[in-house]
């Protein structure tokens, strides 16, 4: 099996999940308001289904937090962190895209082929379908603004490793263009080494400060 027919396998895995889980998520809505939606934009997230999905992250990260004697020279460090900085700029850098009329289908797409090549597939499985891939959009267009990070802040952790992986922390803050007060962001980074490059494998920081935002009544 080539690489290409893998990656879109995994893409309609993914693709699969997200369109069962949107028709659980419509079918909840409908159950509980008649009220029907005023955008055709979505913007909100469902803060239990994101919640759920960062709290089973975090327990499969638990199991194994032992450090291990894994071993990284300082240039590779260096290298990914610098992989780690690149990833954080492109995740969290929106232009007028925002103003386009998208599904979120259509939203997920293009938010996967912008973060796939930095995420491990399972990664990418898991912010997909806790919809944390398509935050950043969803702020862009809640504030409507283009929005990019500013003041991004990455260091090692101690234990520098655990089970074979960098662990890296971070801080940054998402600016806007329009004015609007920029939102601090604090996280936590796993990075596993590939044959030529890393990936990431985990990806955690304050995103319900971020739905809060979203989901705000204007």
């Not at 399972?122 to 862009?140: H, I």
């Amino acid at each position: 099996m080539t690489q290409a027919t893998k990656k879109r396998k995994s893409r309609l895995f993914i693709m699969g999940s997200v369109v069962l889980l949107l028709a659980v998520m419509t079918g909840c809505q409908q159950s509980q308001s008649a009220t029907p939606a005023t955008t055709e934009q979505p913007t909100t997230t469902p803060t239990q289904t994101t919640e759920n999905a960062a709290s089973n992250q975090a327990n499969s990260i638990s199991t194994s937090s032992k450090a291990d004697s894994t071993t990284f020279t300082e240039e590779q460090v260096e290298q990914a962190i610098q992989f780690a900085a690149n990833y954080k700029k492109d995740q969290y850098t929106v232009g007028e895209e925002y103003k386009k009329k998208t599904s979120l289908e259509e939203m997920i797409e293009q938010e996967m082929t912008k973060n796939e090549s930095y995420l491990t597939e399972k990664q990418l499985q898991y912010q997909t379908v806790s919809r944390l891939l398509t935050l950043p959009m969803q702020l862009a267009v809640k504030k409507q603004s283009t929005l990019s990070p500013e003041d991004l802040e990455i260091h090692k952790k101690e234990p520098q490793t655990r089970q074979g992986v960098l662990q890296l922390s971070y801080t940054m803050k998402i600016a806007f263009a329009n004015g609007e007060p920029s939102i601090p962001v604090e996280g936590e980074l796993q990075l596993q080494p590939t044959a030529d490059t890393w990936k990431v494998s985990y990806d955690v920081f304050n995103h319900n400060d971020l739905f809060n935002i979203i989901n705000a009544k204007s």
